[in-house]
């Protein structure tokens, strides 16, 4: 009786709240999973599969075993009285009943919250364990290919001082990944070029600065052509030959603001100056109708050549035919044909740099034979400079293609694509022989494409360059093209990667990494592309001959001090000028040399070029050229006899027509030099040798011959030197 007592006042709500959880556990049981056979063959599985259905078949018939259990307790009770039985059962299912009512919302908790339950855990908790559990596999192969989103901000720059890596033999060239010095041997470095690739503010000049800092350390010569400018690289420069006792740098600036000046033609057989000529004044053939005329051009230049020392003042007064072994045909012939030629002359001249006279000049051969340190400021836009500093480049390779050097030189032209040609190009594959290696930077492969001169062959230059500097330092590549040739420099791998993984996808929707993974050989550039697109500054590929490729970390040299470049004026000379200087003047003759005998003017059609440009074998040697600034200038102090007074009295109206541009400064091919120049005339006066007499003899015939001119009366010859005579000099015939 305590029995029925208790179920019955324990029904609402107890059993019925009882009655709701199994309920709830069936529905759960029920999404989970059917209860079928499977291939699972461990005895754990079989066991819980064996428990799963046993549970439900227990919830199932409980509820109902529990009534029956009941009546049967109900029926024993009232004496085996099935009414009385029948009627506790009626109050215990009222009491249900109300206690469902009472409940109602329960059931329905019950049977949202198994849903709820189970999709929360097949769509995030059991995707992120399958994710997480991946990354702890054991895998036969750890190869992935190259991603972008990876690369970007993986790769650091560092800060050290280079110079605390510096070792005697080798050439430092930065660190590695690992912190470690990256070297090479320098008779391996000095017999190969190098290209820097990069745009501006990624660490080219960085680079450049510790090659040349390192190359003044080892007693090199170290040149430095820049048409930037680079703000740091001449202080590198300063500093580094006052830390290691080497004399300052020889700065030549083409610009006219900084120190120095420079002959583009005057140092260098007459074949060597020629050519410079050619190449500066864009006079070469190009397969174009303007052949025919460029042609003519050099024949005037040709035709000149034995005439001419090399300056530019000196050429223009040729063009004009001011030269008295030049006839009235020549001279009308000379000015018909030499458009160009005075046009380039009048260009050049606007720039005092490149009026320098022998004295004046910037010496490539000697600077190079005393391995100097050189500091070269160039210019991109002002094609003049731009031009100036092609000839010097190509003066470089002269010297270099004659012999030997005896010290070693490296030479460094930033942004190379404004001042490359294909002297430079082609001569990447001799002057290694001749002791010299360069570093070219530029931007990017595709700059060699756009060079500023239109008439050279772009594509073989690019190609010249590319085959001839196997050294490659590759900064951020900011083009696809630069990006996939230089990855394509460092070779390729064959990486071992994921090809396919299976995922699978389960009844709430979400993915689940599957137990299946398929490998396979993918090849793939040791440095990729998407590396060099992610490079931060100062990080770079470093491409060598046999050499595995790495990414080489670079950091700056250390400057006390940021001058820049000197002023015009401020510089001494250099210690080669300055021997070459006392050389000259302790070898100066006391005597000009004997005059070539049989100079006259049919001389000027005889070949122009011979073995050498030395004054000996020039045919017209016996002239006296200009020594200062002016070819034909007379000496005021000499006071010798006019090389006119006899001309005959009825000539004396023409003679005195062109007296004064004979007599003035700049045009008197026979004045005598001062003695403090060029060391070719001594303390007293020589007289006029006999092909001196011929050469005049001829000038007289060609002025008295002359017709149709104006006629004024003669002058005194001025009583100083200084008088300005510049209004004669356009006089036709002079």
Sequence with gaps: MDLLRFVLLNTNPGLAALVAALLGVLLVLSVSGAVRETDETTALELALIFMRRALIIILCVSLPLFAACIWLVAYKVYGYDWVKANSYMGLWAGEMQKAVGDLWWSFLVLLITPFFIRTLILRWVKPMISNWARQFRVKQSGDSLSDIRIEVGRVKPMDFNPR??????????????????????????????????????????????????????????????????????????????????????????????????????????????????VKAFTMADTGQTADFYKRLERQVLDTLMPLWDGTLTQLESLLKGKHPLITDSQRSWIMQNSGSLQSNTAEFMQLDTMRANEDESF?????????????????????????????????????????????????????????????????????LSKNINMALAYQSINDLLNLPDKSLNAESIKTGIETNTQITLSYRANDADTAEWVSSLTGSAHKTVTKMEKVEVNRAGAEVWGNERSVGQVEENYITENQLLALPPRVCALVRPNVLST?????????????????????????????????????????????????????????????????????????????????????????????FANAAPSDEAFIGEVADDYNAPEDDPFATPPAEQKGKKGSGKSKLSASELAAIEQAASGIINTKNKPVRPVQDAPAKPSVDLSSLDEIEGI
């Excluded at 030395?614 to 006899?641: C, I, R, Y």
């Design 164 to 277: 605390d890596h510096y070792r005697e033999g080798f050439m430092l060239l930065g660190l590695d990944e690992n912190r470690e010095p990256i070297y090479m041997e320098d008779a391996v470095f000095r017999k190969n070029h190098l290209k820097v690739l990069g745009p501006s503010q990624t660490g080219k000049g960085v680079q450049l600065g510790v090659l040349l800092d390192q190359a003044i350390w080892k007693g090199w010569g170290a040149w430095f052509i820049d048409p930037k400018p680079d703000d740091f690289i001449p202080d590198i420069m300063r500093e580094g030959c006052e830390r290691y006792n080497r004399p300052a740098p020889v700065t030549l600036d083409l610009n006219g603001v900084g120190p120095g000046a420079y002959g583009p033609f005057i140092h260098g057989t007459r074949r060597e100056r020629r050519e410079r000529v």
């Design 363 to 431: 010496n490539v051969s000697r600077e190079l034979e005393a391995g100097s340190v050189v500091h070269i400021r160039s210019n991109m836009k002002d094609t003049i400079v731009r031009r100036a500093t092609v000839a010097l480049l190509d003066e470089i390779v002269q010297v270099a293609l004659r012999k030997p050097l005896k010290h070693p030189i490296f030479l460094v032209v930033d942004e190379c694509r404004f001042v490359v040609s294909d002297t430079l190009a082609d001569a990447l594959a001799t002057v």
């Design 551 to 643: 990414l080489l970390y670079t950091c700056w040299i250390q400057l006390k001090e940021q001058r820049g470049m000197p002023l015009r004026g401020s510089v001494a000379p250099s210690p080669a000028q300055t021997a070459a200087i006392s050389t000259s003047v302790s070898t100066a003759p006391v005597a000009a040399k004997p005059a070539a005998p049989g100079v006259t003017a049919a001389a000027i059609g005889a070949d122009p070029f011979g073995d050498s440009g030395d004054a000996q074998s020039d045919p017209f040697a016996s002239v006296d050229q200009k020594t200062a600034s002016d070819p034909f200038e007379l000496n005021p102090n000499d006071s010798g006899d006019d090389p």
